[in-house]
């Protein structure tokens, strides 16, 4: 179901050569996962004989025992696919072999390409008798269908390059012993090969009771996703280890697919399954509310000081590019004009310019409360920034006399035009001043549209343009526990502050009464949409399923829906303010930038994307 498959990696108990208990291990351990809805199973090497049994491998009772102990498997793998590992003789040659079952059958069996002391390498693929079945033998992708997800087999030793970059799931049945710090190494070297390849990498490692002689082994299993760490088991169980995850084939291709560099993926040949992976309706994968946010909270100091050093490079360059001295920026009280004058700050404190040449403009409208109003007064005088008053509404009301516009109408018009008017008075102070308007929209409100037309859609530089609006509150918190102690109570209550325009009058009470939430919908939706849109190209279906997923309690499945149906009707009609939208810094791999972000004519249909 939407590409999401139930991968687990096993860690049973071995007995060396007692084929017999280990058969019955490897089959309870598939029926344990068959009840946690498991689609695929890995087994580590050669766990049906045990690693270590040394030249007892070139005795036939051994090969011949784990040929019938692989039937009474294959028997009992219907509903899951299975790799496990065997010894197989080939007329007069013994591998080292990993097989895959499926649903009831033996769809393949692949030879380690690794001579050892017992084992030859194999580099040709042919077709195998066992068992009364001619099967693939040799190196094969696993296809569930023309559409589905794709898996291969590949060997702890062979991790390396990108023989199976294409496929979506690595399986890797392996042996690696224990050894101090030997653990960081293996998982640093799995992380990277999940990333490099853009693949889901399935590890399973035999476990203590496959300890003998000087080797020790903890039996190490995880699942890692494109980089990603997933699931990982335990380590030195007694009684065997069981690691699940759900991994997302359609993620993986869609990374693969905008992976700047695209590798030549040597041509393998294929076997289709002919089966589909019964995946449960209910994830267990954990899906971030927030994908904007550093999944590790260690890594968040660093992760918002570089949002915030990126602004300020960006904005740097394009004042000494420009030779322009002075910015002017409007000042409203709000989360993004806030985040803009501390970017703003943070560019003239690191070029060494004096705060001075920052020009903040507070513009009250019909609808400005008290409480915006003065913190944006509060906000200029600590930051220590030139401040400006300029009220809009009496400019505002000869234009609405001007066009016409009947008394007390409060439409789009009568917002836009406060909108436009702020702009021009941006504008024109900083062609007096010879400064750079700085623009304060998110790429929220530029993926919604919400925003006007050569209003607050324009500027001649944005400096929020590449931040989503769920992240503005996270960044001015970070700013003022650290950079901007002295404006910290300030900061603090802006966070504090329902979000909204402020355009429409509050009716004689001075409270913000037009949120902008209870227009659009929650934002943490919106970002948590529009960051699967755009990166990975999900479905409206499939961004559906997994919202559910990750809101689960907190909003209902209708409003997720019907934000959804908004967000995609709102993303699409309003491209065409988007295309006219001024340069901003790229923070993130989501970009609506006109010139290399995200690209969709103005024309665009948007039926096809509500749900």
């Known amino acids: 179901m939407f590409g999401f498959v139930r991968v687990t990696a096993a860690v049973p108990k071995t007995a060396v050569s007692n084929i017999e208990a280990n058969t019955e291990e490897i089959i309870s351990f598939m029926e344990k996962a068959k009840t946690k809805g498991a689609d695929v199973i890995v087994f580590p090497e050669l766990c049906i004989t045990g690693k270590h049994c040394g030249d007892l491998f ?36 013994l591998f080292n072999c990993a097989a895959l079952i499926c649903n009831g059958r033996i769809a393949g069996i692949e030879p380690k390409r690794e001579r050892s002391r017992q084992f030859f390498d194999s580099s040709e693929n042919s077709l195998l008798e066992i068992n009364g079945n001619t099967v693939p033998f040799g190196r094969y992708v696993y296809e569930y269908g023309s559409k589905g997800a794709s898996l291969a087999i590949c060997f702890d030793s062979e991790l390396s390059g990108d023989k199976f970059g294409y496929a979506d799931i690595i399986v890797c049945p392996a042996s690696q012993c224990e050894l101090a710090y030997s653990g960081d190494v293996l998982n640093t070297r799995l992380n990277l090969f999940s990333e490099t390849n853009g693949v889901s990498l399935v590890y399973s490692s035999g476990g203590i009771t496959e300890s003998t002689n ?9 699942v890692f996703e494109n980089g990603r760490l997933l699931a990982r088991g335990e380590l030195f169980s007694k009684n065997g280890s069981l690691c699940i995850a759900d991994v997302d084939t359609e993620l993986l291709r869609s990374a693969k697919r905008q992976r700047s560099a695209k590798p030549e993926y040597p041509k393998v040949e294929t076997v289709n399954l002919d089966f589909e992976p019964p ?11 927030n994908p904007f946010l550093p999944e590790n909270s260690r890594d968040a100091d660093l992760y918002f000081r570089d949002i915030l050093n990126i602004q300020m490079a960006g904005l740097y360059k394009k004042l000494v590019h420009t030779g322009i001295k002075k910015s002017v920026l409007a000042i409203s009280g709000g989360l993004d004009s806030t985040l803009a004058l501390v970017s703003v700050v943070a560019t003239y404190d690191y070029a060494g310019w004096p705060r001075e040449n920052i020009i903040g403009i507070s513009m009250p409208g019909f609808g400005t409360s008290g409480r915006t109003y003065a913190n944006s007064l509060k906000l200029m005088r600590e930051l220590g920034i030139t401040a400006r008053v300029i009220s809009i509404k009496d400019a505002c009301s000869v234009h609405f006399k001007d066009i016409g516009m009947p008394e007390g109408h409060r439409g789009v018009t009568f ?3 406060q909108a436009r008017e702020r702009t021009q008075v941006l504008m024109d102070v900083a062609g007096l001043e010879n400064g750079l308007a700085v623009g304060t929209g998110d790429l929220s409100e530029a993926a919604l549209g919400f925003c006007t037309y050569n209003g607050d859609q324009m500027s001649m530089y944005c400096v929020n343009g590449g931040i989503p609006k769920t992240m503005i509150p996270v960044l001015l918190r970070h700013a003022a526990e650290n950079a901007f102690e002295e404006a910290g109570s300030i900061l603090f209550d802006i966070i504090d502050t329902p979000i909204s325009p402020e355009l ?18 929650p934002y943490e939706l919106h970002d948590f949409f529009m ?36 967000f995609f009707r709102r993303f699409v009609n309003n491209q065409f303010k988007r295309r006219a939208a001024p340069e901003a810094p790229r923070v993130f791999d989501v970009s609506l930038s006109p010139v290399g972000g995200f690209e969709m004519s103005c024309d665009t249909d948007a039926r096809l994307w509500t749900i």
Do not use: M, W
Request: aromatic share 8%; hydrophobic share 40%; charged share 25%.
């Open 279 to 289: 995946f449960k309706s209910k994830l267990i994968r954990k899906i971030s509310r």
């Open 531 to 566: 960051y699967y849109a755009l990166k990975y190209g999900f479905s409206p279906q499939k961004i559906a399923f997994i919202a559910k997923h990750a809101f689960a309690g907190v909003y209902e499945d209708n409003t997720i829906e019907a934000t959804l149906n908004l």
């Open 504 to 521: 429409l009058p509050p009716n004689g009470i001075d409270e913000i009464t037009q949120k902008t939430e209870s227009i659009l919908g």
């Open 58 to 93: 070139f005795n036939s009772l051994l090969t011949d025992r784990s040929a019938e102990a692989l039937e009474r498997i294959c028997k009992a793998s219907e509903g899951i696919t299975a790799v496990v590992g065997l010894p197989v003789r080939v007329k007069e040659k």
């Open 214 to 222: 000087e080797k020790v082994y903890a039996g190490r299993s995880c």
């Open 415 to 417: 917002e836009n035009v």
